[in-house]
């Protein structure tokens, strides 16, 4: 990696959920406070970058993504005051903040969208979200046939009669994209908090902001097969063309302030071609990889995932990022202690079933963390995730807070499982998640046994999780090849995948059922787990020098 590269281009980047990270002032959730009394643990793990879920004011109808005000802290988690504060001392630690940023819809708490209902029908208040008049002879029925990725209609009607769109909960209306005041108010927003040292932002729904102007009902669309290949399809609001434009302006906004500030998109795209589309020179700078995340555990589609991503995005002169978990999916672990794991499409929402091998899972995870610290370019962790936690997949229904779970009507569980605070000390809940005085417990129910997986009880355990990712992020630093750059395929058979990275370092990762011999080596480096003989075994990767 160059060394003048821009630090994105590389960088490792820790994902804290913050209601779920560490609490600081007992009310069983995590707050500022608790990350800024973590940041020694982020240090020495060994991140150059936080991404922090959305920490704004917001009723909490979906944990943040609902925001009611852009520039004020929510009281649950701090003050504004408090963040400034964070990302001073984060940057003491070498550490850069990216927050997250919620531009697809507010909260129906926002004042623009009080101000729209106080207004009634026809009023320029409601030019800022998507209103219209529903169907039928009485207008009894929504506009189009749109859904909300939570479950039931994308539509919700007023007592007035008018409805409004809402691509997720009925708490977050759409804002209308072709209205001025939205795009110079979150120009104004961005501008608010990169001024206060954030680093840059993570793009919540970076692909959901251009509705197609006449709304027109949903295409029908087969998913991709073996025969039918991944193309994409035009869709009245996903991944419009015209999204590019309000993501040139952002760019010109970042670049008024000075360092290397930077946006990542979550945009979930049908092809690798169109999700270059979000990189190029004058758009964002990096956008989430998600194919990497929803490959299956076999070595074919794998390749076939890194080969695409690097090609597309190199093509823009674009990094690639990598992503095995976040606070949306079930975690990797669990993923993969399936026998059976298959890859997955951007409209799906994966639940693998079947018994879980939890042993499994985490070699495999274990395996996966070398693989994606080793590719070239940036990669996220999501918190927990270094700590090898699995998806509680076993919390009981009453403690489901997910809308998915209200919105399914009680059939998708949702992403709770994901997002259980996670396991700092000790031998019983909250498991250092909050203080000893704590006034409340945890906002979600930890699972009994979940001191093993303590970031205590891992820590100097050379054959724990935590002390694998500290030491893949530290060789990853002193490690020229690693980073941004590029990759030589190694010849293999079936089933095993190696590269090179140029200067003397190769990476192999085993997903055959048979011990792999390593090839030519000076020295092994790390590897997932013990090597015998010098034979890989199964769901296990090494990391050494040529
Ligand atoms: C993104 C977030 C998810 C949230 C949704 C609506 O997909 O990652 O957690 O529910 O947007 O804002």
Same mark, same amino acid.
């Given at each position: 990696?160059?060394?003048?590269?821009? *630090?994105?281009?590389?960088?490792?980047?820790?994902?804290?959920?913050?209601?779920? +990270?560490?609490?600081?002032?007992?009310?069983?959730?995590?707050?500022?406070?608790?990350?800024?009394?973590?940041?020694?643990?982020?240090?020495?793990?060994?991140? @150059?970058?936080?991404?922090?879920?959305?920490?704004?004011?917001? $009723?909490?109808?979906?944990?943040?993504?609902?925001?009611?005000?852009?520039?004020?802290?929510?009281?649950?988690?701090?003050?504004?005051?408090? #963040?400034?504060?964070?990302?001073?001392?984060?940057?003491?630690?070498?550490?850069?903040?990216? $927050?997250?940023?919620?531009?697809?819809?507010?909260? @129906?708490? =926002?004042?623009?969208?009080?101000?729209?209902?106080?207004?009634?029908?026809?009023?320029?208040?409601?030019?800022?979200?998507?209103?219209?008049?529903?169907?039928?002879?009485?207008?009894?029925?929504?506009?189009?046939?749109?859904?909300?990725?939570?479950?039931?209609?994308?539509?919700?009607?007023?007592?007035?009669?008018?409805?409004?769109?809402?691509? +997720?909960?009925?708490?977050?209306?759409?804002?209308? *994209?072709? =209205?001025?005041?939205?795009?110079?108010?979150?120009?104004?927003?961005?501008?608010?908090?990169?001024?206060?040292?954030?680093?840059?932002? &993570?793009?919540?729904?970076?692909?959901?902001?251009?509705?197609?102007?006449?709304?027109?009902?949903?295409?029908?669309?087969? !998913?991709?097969?073996?025969?039918?290949?991944?193309?994409?399809?035009?869709?009245?609001?996903?991944?419009?063309?015209?999204?590019?434009?309000?993501?040139?302006?952002?760019?010109?906004?970042?670049?008024?302030?000075?360092?290397?500030?930077?946006?990542?998109?979550?945009?979930?795209?049908?092809?690798?071609? &169109?999700?270059?589309?979000?990189?190029?020179?004058?758009?964002?700078?990096?956008? +989430?990889?998600?194919?990497?995340?929803?490959?299956?555990?076999?070595?074919?589609?794998?390749?076939?995932?890194?080969?695409?991503?690097?090609?597309?995005?190199?093509?823009?002169?674009?990094?690639?990022?990598?992503?095995?978990?976040?606070?949306?999916?079930?975690? =990797?672990?669990?993923?993969?202690?399936?026998?059976?794991?298959?890859?997955?499409?951007?409209?799906?929402?994966?639940?693998?079933?079947?018994?879980?091998?939890?042993?499994?899972?985490?070699?495999?995870?274990?395996?996966?963390?070398?693989?994606?610290?080793?590719?070239?370019?940036?990669?996220?962790?999501?918190?927990?995730?270094?700590?090898?936690?699995?998806?509680?997949?076993?919390?009981?229904?009453?403690?489901?807070?997910?809308?998915?779970?209200?919105?399914?009507?009680?059939?998708?569980?949702?992403?709770?499982?994901?997002?259980?605070?996670?396991?700092?000390?000790?031998?019983?809940?909250?498991?250092?998640?909050?203080?000893?005085?704590?006034?409340?417990?945890?906002?979600?129910?930890?699972?009994?046994?979940?001191?093993?997986?303590? #970031?205590? &009880?891992?820590?100097?355990?050379?054959?724990?999780?935590? !002390?694998?990712?500290?030491?893949?992020?530290?060789?990853?630093?002193?490690? /020229?090849?690693?980073?941004?750059?590029?990759?030589?395929?190694?010849?293999?058979?079936?089933?095993?995948?190696?590269?090179?990275?140029? $200067?003397?370092?190769?990476?192999?990762?085993?997903?055959?059922? !048979?011990?792999?011999?390593?090839?030519? =080596?000076?020295?092994?480096?790390?590897?997932?787990?013990?090597?015998?003989?010098?034979?890989?075994? /199964?769901?296990?990767?090494?990391?050494?020098?040529?």
């Amino acid at each position: 990696m160059s060394p003048t590269a821009p *630090w994105w281009r590389s960088a490792v980047i820790y994902q804290v959920y913050i209601r779920s +990270f560490a609490d600081g002032n007992g009310d069983g959730i995590g707050d500022i406070a608790g990350i800024r009394s973590r940041l020694p643990y982020l240090k020495s793990l060994g991140v @150059d970058a936080l991404w922090i879920n959305p920490w704004y004011k917001s $009723p909490q109808a979906d944990h943040g993504y609902d925001v009611a005000d852009y520039r004020q802290i929510d009281p649950l988690f701090g003050t504004v005051t408090e #963040a400034e504060q964070l990302i001073e001392e984060a940057h003491r630690y070498g550490i850069r903040v990216i $927050p997250d940023i919620v531009p697809n819809h507010t909260s @129906d708490q =926002h004042a623009w969208f009080q101000a729209a209902l106080a207004a009634g029908p026809g009023s320029p208040e409601r030019e800022r979200y998507i209103f219209r008049s529903g169907r039928g002879s009485d207008g009894s029925e929504p506009p189009n046939d749109w859904v909300s990725a939570f479950g039931g209609p994308a539509w919700t009607r007023l007592p007035d009669g008018e409805w409004y769109l809402h691509l +997720f909960a009925p708490q977050q209306p759409d804002l209308n *994209w072709e =209205h001025p005041d939205v795009r110079a108010e979150f120009e104004s927003v961005l501008r608010f908090w990169f001024s206060r040292g954030v680093d840059g932002f &993570r793009i919540d729904v970076a692909h959901g902001l251009i509705k197609h102007p006449e709304l027109p009902d949903l295409p029908t669309r087969g !998913e991709p097969t073996d025969q039918r290949p991944r193309q994409h399809l035009d869709h009245p609001h996903w991944d419009r063309d015209e999204v590019h434009d309000i993501f040139r302006t952002w760019r010109r906004v970042a670049d008024e302030f000075p360092g290397d500030r930077c946006f990542v998109a979550e945009a979930w795209a049908d092809t690798p071609e &169109r999700l270059a589309a979000y990189v190029r020179k004058d758009g964002l700078h990096t956008a +989430f990889n998600f194919d990497f995340l929803m490959s299956g555990w076999d070595a074919k589609d794998l390749r076939t995932v890194i080969d695409d991503s690097l090609a597309m995005l190199g093509a823009v002169g674009a990094p690639a990022t990598w992503v095995l978990s976040n606070h949306d999916v079930m975690r =990797h672990v669990s993923r993969y202690g399936r026998t059976t794991v298959r890859r997955w499409t951007v409209n799906e929402r994966y639940e693998p079933q079947g018994p879980l091998d939890l042993e499994l899972g985490t070699r495999r995870a274990r395996a996966a963390a070398l693989l994606m610290l080793a590719l070239p370019g940036g990669a996220y962790i999501y918190q927990g995730e270094e700590l090898g936690l699995p998806e509680v997949e076993d919390l009981p229904e009453s403690a489901l807070q997910d809308p998915v779970w209200e919105r399914s009507g009680h059939t998708t569980r949702g992403r709770d499982g994901c997002r259980v605070p996670i396991s700092w000390s000790g031998e019983s809940a909250p498991f250092g998640f909050s203080p000893d005085n704590a006034s409340a417990e945890p906002w979600l129910p930890q699972p009994a046994d979940w001191g093993r997986h303590s #970031a205590e &009880r891992q820590t100097g355990d050379e054959a724990s999780m935590l !002390e694998l990712y500290r030491t893949a992020l530290r060789l990853r630093r002193e490690h /020229p090849s690693l980073g941004d750059g590029a990759l030589t395929w190694l010849d293999t058979p079936t089933g095993v995948l190696a590269f090179l990275r140029d $200067p003397g370092f190769a990476c192999v990762i085993n997903l055959s059922t !048979e011990p792999y011999r390593l090839p030519d =080596h000076t020295t092994v480096l790390l590897t997932s787990g013990p090597i015998e003989d010098g034979l890989l075994a /199964p769901d296990q990767a090494a990391w050494l020098v040529t």
